[in-house]
């Protein structure tokens, strides 16, 4: 069972610990690394969750793959999380972590969806056109998604901005379908 609230007390830990240390860097991006190393390997993330294996073997796996690759303190707070048997709680302390991270840096997520990949030039535009008046930094996650038709979809914190021409013409059988005229001559 997840625990956002556990996750949040290693990942605040962390991220403290991190700052003593001047580390933060080092640990933000190794954390990306893990995060990106888990959710890819789907037998490793099953490993990892499985209450089955044993610690023991748990332990001997996040050697092998991160020992060489992680910086010496996220690689000890990693192997100090299998071993309280925190394991299955690991995408989601990386998640708390990044979220402190990105609340200390002034860094915002922005989902962008559109009908097709945008181009570079189209990400630049957009990205100073929100850093233009703000302090943040926008760090974009983009995704295509064909049924849409054209446009995007554009998601910043609790704003909601759909752009789409699937919400146009959506918006248009509403109106349709509620014909307030009357034929009356």
């Known amino acids: 069972m997840k625990n956002p609230t556990l996750a949040a007390r290693?990942?605040?830990?962390?991220?403290?610990?991190?700052?003593?240390?001047?580390?933060?860097?080092?640990?933000?991006?190794?954390?990306?690394?893990?995060?990106?190393?888990?959710?890819?390997?789907?037998?490793?993330?099953t490993v990892m969750e499985s209450p089955i294996i044993f610690q023991n073997k748990k332990q001997q796996i996040v050697n092998e793959i991160f020992q060489?690759?992680?910086?010496?303190?996220?690689?000890?707070?990693?192997?100090?999380?299998?071993?309280?048997?925190?394991?299955?709680?690991?995408?989601?302390?990386?998640?708390?972590?990044?979220?402190?991270?990105?609340?200390?840096?002034?860094?915002?997520?922005?989902?962008?969806?559109?009908?097709?990949?945008?181009?570079?030039?189209?990400?630049?535009?957009?990205?100073?056109?929100?850093?233009?008046?703000?302090?943040?930094?926008?760090i974009f996650q983009l995704s295509v998604d064909p049924h849409i038709i054209g446009g995007c979809i554009i998601k910043l914190d609790d704003y909601y901005f759909n752009a789409s021409v699937q919400a146009k013409i959506n918006k248009l059988k509403a109106e349709f379908s509620q014909n307030p005229y009357t034929i009356g001559f």
Not at 116 to 123: G, T
Not at 126 to 137: A, G, M, R, V
């Open 10 to 45: 290693y990942a605040g830990a962390l991220y403290d610990f991190a700052e003593e240390t001047k580390n933060v860097a080092n640990i933000y991006h190794d954390i990306l690394h893990i995060q990106k190393i888990i959710s890819t390997h789907r037998e490793l993330k």
């Open 68 to 138: 060489k690759s992680l910086h010496e303190i996220t690689f000890n707070f990693f192997m100090l999380i299998v071993k309280k048997r925190r394991e299955p709680q690991l995408l989601t302390i990386c998640e708390q972590f990044v979220k402190i991270y990105y609340n200390n840096h002034n860094i915002k997520e922005v989902s962008v969806t559109s009908a097709q990949p945008l181009s570079d030039e189209m990400v630049v535009s957009l990205k100073n056109y929100l850093e233009k008046d703000s302090p943040y930094t926008f």
